[in-house]
């Protein structure tokens, strides 16, 4: 048996808020009445106009996933959560050769990989106290296809 995360009056963090795929889910959730969403997003400006909107639903949150002190804060102020959405993403493109790609490489790493699991592991214990929890984990086609190499 399936069941289906309710969106109204769920409290939501997503990832990588200020554009893209994170700020459709950002405009989604509130059509669909959620309670309160935090945007995480490396730059608070970024979302100043779309905190705009809603100011009561819609939490800036100064959140890069690479860095341990900024999920350590989030994790501090969000009392309460019932989804997650790690969106935030990175992709370099360019030749896997290159003399600079490795460090790429590593960079995306962090970002993609390291970043989803240190965030979930930090709001484990948040999400289960909540009635009904999900981790949403957001991937690029690209973590499915593999390319030779992405043109810059």
Known sequence: ??????????????????????????????????????????????????????????????????????IQAAFDRIEELDILVNNAGVAHMGDMWDSGRINDARHEMEVNYFGPLLLTRAFAPVLRKSRQSAVVNVASIASFIPFQSFPK
């Open 1 to 70: 048996m399936t069941s289906s995360i309710k969106i109204k009056d769920s409290i939501i963090l997503i990832t990588g808020a200020n554009r893209g795929i994170g700020r459709a889910f950002v405009e989604e959730f509130l059509k669909e009445g959620a309670k309160r969403i935090y945007l995480g997003v490396r730059k608070l400006d970024s979302v100043k106009e779309l905190v705009a909107k809603d100011a009561e639903r819609l939490i800036p949150i100064e959140l890069d996933v690479t860095n341990e002190k900024h």
